[in-house]
């Protein structure tokens, strides 16, 4: 029985050790993600993009997928911004990634555009936070345009 109890508490340790390292790798490809876009806005949205172009000469069709899919998406969130479903994309949605994110500057194109790296219902997502309008008019005008 002791030495089952040994084992058991082994085995728990080891794998919260495993949890923490995953967590740390995970932030740690975050935090490169955000690295790779140094400015935000519209300027860091035609960074990104150009990043794209550049990465996808070549390839004509799948830079045509990932700007209509982008084009799709912005068109969404610009026409209901108050619907909270354009605004949220999961990390691993394959057609995301089929997409856009697998292309260079395809997820950072949205982290420039204001996204953020948010986890929502143990989802990993981009996410477009509205800014309280009553607290925060140039916040909210800036995420608004």
Request: aromatic letters at 6%.
């Amino acid at each position: 029985e002791l030495e089952l109890s040994r084992r058991a508490e082994e085995a728990r340790r080891r794998r919260i050790e495993e949890e923490q390292l995953a967590l740390a790798a995970e932030r740690e490809a975050d935090a490169n993600l955000l690295s790779l876009v140094p400015t935000k806005g519209p300027e860091g949205v035609r960074e990104q993009i150009e990043r794209m172009r550049q990465a996808l000469k070549g390839d004509r069709a799948a830079l045509d997928v990932a700007l209509g899919s982008l084009y799709t998406l912005f068109d969404q969130i610009s026409r209901k911004p108050e619907e909270v479903s354009f605004r949220r994309v999961r990390r691993d949605h394959p057609k995301f990634n089929e997409d856009i994110g697998r292309h260079v500057g395809g997820k950072e194109v949205l982290i420039a555009a204001g996204f953020r790296l948010e986890t929502l219902d143990g989802i990993k997502c981009f996410f477009s936070r509205e800014p309280n309008i009553e607290h925060d008019m140039n916040g909210w005008s800036d995420w608004f345009d």
